[in-house]
Nanobody, 115 residues
Framework: QVQLVESGGGLVQPGGSLRLSCVAS????????MAWYRQAPGKQRDLVAG???????NYADPVKGRFTISRDNAKNTVYLQMNILKPDDTAVYYC?????????WGQGTQVTVSS
């Protein structure tokens, strides 16, 4: 059974940083494409960043140059380092993996960027 558990969200001022973590079980993060999505109130859930099994990364245009996705295979954990945070980054952030044609999601972690 695949489980994804996110942590690391919180309240931060504009320009600040946060690092989100996603601890996975039931799936080896180094062998699947792992991704972070976010959903702001009243909006659809959008892809933020992804990392393939080869280590190739991709980012949504609004976060390029500010966010970095990475993984620690030994800890079976995926990270999202978020720098120069803006109020528009406020959302619930979800970890995602697609395995055997099924999408799995964590419970989400709230990120609020406000002064």
């Amino acid at each position: 059974q695949v489980q994804l558990v996110e942590s690391g969200g919180g309240l931060v001022q504009p320009g600040g940083s946060l690092r989100l973590s996603c601890v996975a079980s039931g799936v080896i993060v180094g062998t699947y494409t792992m991704a972070w999505y976010r959903q702001a109130p009243g909006k659809q859930r959008d892809l933020v960043a992804g990392i393939t099994s080869f280590g190739t990364t991709n980012y949504a245009d609004p976060v390029k140059g500010r966010f970095t996705i990475s993984r620690d295979n030994a800890k079976n954990t995926v990270y999202l380092q978020m720098n120069i945070l803006k109020p528009d980054d406020t959302a619930v952030y979800y970890c995602n993996v697609q395995k055997s044609l099924q999408a799995y999601w964590g419970q989400g972690t709230q990120v609020t960027v406000s002064s």
